[in-house]
Structure formats: structure tokens, C-alpha cells
């Protein structure tokens, strides 16, 4: 079983950075990390920024100019760097695989994100 840990969760500051890790169990050619998902209480896991396998990176609007995904495929881990983060960047951020072998979605267990003002 493939499993992703996400890391780097916690409470930050408005206006402040936070640099969030995902780690597969599994290498590359097991399990493709697409990036980092968001959700709210009461509302739908939404994408915050990923990079498909194709190489396309997307950000979701409210993001854009502010965080970076970035991968280091040696480690098979996916990193989100959040800048000037304000309140509505809180949240549970969980990150999303494909297990290549099964074509499975995989997430991680999330790791909480909380902005105060």
C-alpha cells in the first residue's frame, strides 16, 4: 500500500509563510503525487495547486502569486510554499496520488492550516 505523510501544518500569522511537505512511501514509478488539496468545514475538498503528470501546474485562483508547488522526484515528495497567507487560506490540507500500479487515488492524512490575524 502506498501511503503519503503530509507535514509542515500548524498556525501562522497573517501576512507569514508556510512550507508544507508530502512524502510518498513509494517511488515514482509506483505513485505520481499530484500537489495539495483544501477543505473547510461543511464545504468540498477543493485543488489548491497541483502539477499533472504532463507537467501542467495549476493553482487555484484564490492561491495564484502566493504559493508554489514544487517536487523533488528523488524523494517522490511534492512541497507547497505558502506565502503572505491570510485567513481564508485555513484549512485541512491534504495531498493527492495516483497509485500508477492500480489507478487508484491515494490521500494523505491531512494536516491542518490556520491563519490568525
Known amino acids: 500500500q502506498v501511503q503519503l505523510v503530509e507535514s509542515g501544518g500548524g498556525l501562522v500569522q497573517a501576512g507569514g509563510s508556510l512550507r508544507l511537505s508530502c512524502a510518498a512511501s513509494?517511488?515514482?514509478?509506483?505513485?505520481?503525487?499530484r500537489g495539495w488539496y483544501r477543505q473547510v468545514a461543511g464545504k468540498y475538498r477543493e485543488l489548491v495547486a497541483i502539477t499533472e503528470r504532463g507537467a501542467t501546474t495549476r493553482y487555484a485562483d484564490s492561491v495564484k502569486g502566493r504559493f508554489t508547488v514544487s517536487r523533488d522526484n528523488a524523494k517522490n515528495t511534492v512541497y507547497l510554499q505558502m506565502d503572505n497567507v491570510g485567513p481564508g487560506d485555513t484549512g485541512i490540507y491534504f495531498c493527492g496520488a495516483v497509485d500508477l500500479r492500480t489507478n487508484v487515488d491515494i490521500w494523505g492524512q491531512g494536516t491542518q492550516v490556520t491563519v490568525f490575524s
Open positions: 513509494a517511488t515514482v514509478f509506483r505513485a505520481y503525487v
